[in-house]
């Protein structure tokens, strides 16, 4: 295969220095450096995106695409599928903070009422201690177990920090609630994360449905996007759940349905490699079969406009409160 032209590594070199770009932004640069719109040619758009891949795929590097689980909007960005030891040289977290992010990750993933978020007060709750005495158990061969100074000692004003410092970078978000939600980086890495932790998938699109909506009826565990809704009941022309096959309790959303037309984008597969910042994969990949013949799609994360908002102020107010639980 030829190596890769100037146009691919202006590609590449967008999503490094700028971050995960919405399909919009991602599909002008495609444009404006090929002369061609992605739109009419699918093919041209799928051959970069493979080429690029292909190439980033020496380096543990991959170009992904994924879907906001809280408005549906599509996201490129590219990831590193590296999960040893030396690959946490590259981040400028530091180990706690790293252990915070996860434990928020653990919280917002694992909630039962598929809410994609946790509030403000319990993520500044969160005891790192009780992660890693969780994660080991209490004692260890040597005996009791020796939490870190750095995992003891990281204070409320360090969390409150981190928060700011992972919002920024969009690891994680402020949903329109003003809850603590997932970013889009996050979502561009976890997918693998996402289904070794047995995170329950939508009905319809077969994606983690870390922030859906729940069948009501008794005994009944399906999830569905919210913006996976209307979609998928237009089509179908019932509002039947797609699981149980009863009717679908839950109001529809009334917002416009999102395009039909799923994000082209061509990658090679990665095997999982079982960390938390893991990899998901990217574009039209055929998952396993629906009965309901429901669409492929892509993985979810948070708006840039929240994800960039400051909540400092909002912490202020909280932070009393947090302390006296």
Request: glycine letters at 8%.
């Amino acid at each position: 295969m030829p190596p890769l032209n100037w146009r691919h590594h202006t590609l590449i070199q967008a999503l490094l220095n700028r971050g995960p770009l919405k399909e919009g932004d991602f599909h002008s640069i495609f444009s404006g450096v090929t002369g061609k719109n992605s739109g009419s040619h699918h093919e041209l758009f799928n051959d970069y995106l493979l080429k690029i891949n292909r190439e980033l795929s020496s380096f543990q590097f991959e170009l992904r695409a994924c879907r906001d689980q809280y408005d549906g909007n599509v996201w490129y960005g590219v990831v590193n599928n590296v999960a040893d030891e030396q690959s946490k040289l590259g981040t400028k977290y530091s180990v706690p903070q790293i252990a915070f992010y996860k434990a928020i990750i653990e919280a917002i993933a694992h909630g039962e009422m598929a809410q994609g978020s946790i509030s403000n007060i319990d993520a500044l709750n969160i005891r790192l201690e009780n992660q890693i005495l969780a994660g080991v158990g209490s004692e260890s061969q040597d005996g009791p177990l020796q939490i870190p100074a750095a995992i003891r000692n990281f204070t409320m004003s360090q969390k409150e920090k981190t928060l700011d410092e992972l919002m920024q970078d969009k690891w994680l978000c402020l949903t329109p609630d003003g809850n603590i939600g997932l970013g889009v980086r996050s979502c561009l890495d976890l997918r693998s994360w996402f289904r070794s932790s047995h995170i329950p998938s939508c009905e319809v699109c077969n994606e983690a449905a870390v922030k859906g909506d729940l069948c009501q009826n008794k005994g009944c565990v399906a999830r569905i996007h919210h913006y996976c809704l209307k979609k998928f009941f237009q089509k179908r022309g019932e509002i039947l759940c797609p699981r149980c096959g009863k009717q679908w309790q839950n109001q529809l959303p009334k917002a416009e349905a999102l395009e039909e037309e799923e994000p082209n984008v061509t990658n090679q597969s990665q095997p999982p490699t079982g960390r938390t910042r893991s990899q998901p994969t990217a574009g039209r990949e055929r998952k396993r079969p629906r009965a309901n013949g429901g669409d492929d799609s892509v993985t979810v994360a948070c708006s840039s406009s929240q994800a960039s908002q400051p909540v400092s102020d909002l912490r202020r107010i909280t932070r009393s409160s947090a302390h006296q639980r």
